[in-house]
């Protein structure tokens, strides 16, 4: 079955830049999708199809996906992005939705 | 606005059965395929299973797959799964939560509920 792996946790400053890898055997051919989840809450969207933005979603979220690795970067953080994110793919071949092992992003 | 509320959760002893429900409002229900996605305490989110608009397709995981069925009534506007012969290791946070581009992203997510399996 198709894994997508992340690493578990990012640590960054107030209003610096936080990157979060997804790893996943050629995972640029799939369209990847991020979600963010506060303790007690359910998932948020945050970025869909590797780089485009629902409504509602700052722009300093922004993802990219190339060859094995997809990419969330989260620009200008703030203490309210403090949060556990996902990736998430779905995998045509065994018609399963796969998630993110999750990364949990702590605010320094 | 769309409203996707899970009932049905508590506790169950192995091996018994639990039906969850998710009420869907605020949308036209019986043109979107549907999931449900759990999360286990403190663990990350596993995606349990996904029905097409009109029931003609299922998809499961392999971990509740012969155990577990996702069901809907569109007239009613509602989301079922059966779970049966539950473990230990079905304890999670369930979440009905759909998205209107199919295959695609969740777009939205209800706030689920608890099942705990535990004798």
């Known amino acids: 079955s198709y894994v997508l792996t992340q690493p578990p946790s990012v640590s960054v400053a107030p209003g610096q830049t936080a990157r979060i890898t997804c790893g996943g055997n050629n995972i640029g051919s799939k369209s990847v999708h991020w979600y963010q989840q506060k303790p007690g809450q359910a998932p948020v969207l945050v970025v869909y199809?590797?780089?485009d933005r629902p409504s509602g979603i700052p722009e300093r979220f922004s993802g990219s996906n190339s060859g094995n690795t997809a990419t969330l970067t989260i620009s200008r953080v703030e203490a309210g992005d403090e949060a556990d994110y996902y990736c998430q793919v779905w995998d045509s071949s065994s018609d399963h939705y796969v998630f993110g092992t999750g990364t949990k992003v702590t605010v320094l | 606005q769309v409203q996707l509320v899970e009932s049905g959760g508590g506790v169950v002893q192995p091996g018994g059965s639990l039906r969850l429900s998710c009420a869907a409002s605020?949308?036209?229900?019986?043109?979107?395929?549907m999931h449900w996605v759990r999360q286990a305490p403190g663990k990350g989110l596993e995606w349990v299973a996904f029905?097409?608009?009109?029931?003609?397709?299922?998809y499961y995981a392999d971990s509740v797959k012969g155990r577990f069925t996702i069901s809907r009534d569109n007239s009613k506007n509602t989301l079922y799964l059966q779970m049966n012969s539950l473990r230990a290791e079905d304890t999670a946070v369930y979440y009905c939560a759909y998205g209107p581009r199919g295959f695609r992203e969740i777009a939205y997510w209800g706030q689920g509920t608890l099942v705990t399996v535990s004798s």
């Open positions: 605020g949308f036209t229900f019986s043109s979107y395929g």
């Open positions: 029905i097409r608009y009109d029931g003609s397709n299922k």
């Open positions: 199809d590797d780089s």
